[in-house]
């Protein structure tokens, strides 16, 4: 994935500090490069929390058929 895909990515989902500075020449126009490990993980980490979140949701609407299915 290119520097400006995993850029868009993560101004998409809000994510913060993705951004470092680098060594620039011109003191009034700063360089940035894009701290590539850091989006990955909190892209993972965004995807696990979207995993953990639907298996707890069709947990729950399990039990609840499965207690309707006891007393219907």
Known sequence: MSNKE?????????LQHFLEPTISRDPNNPEFAINRKYVTEQL???DNRNIAFWSAVVAVFGAIISLLANFL
């Open 6 to 14: 995993l850029e868009t990515l993560a101004r998409k989902y809000n």
């Open 44 to 46: 993972l980490q965004r």
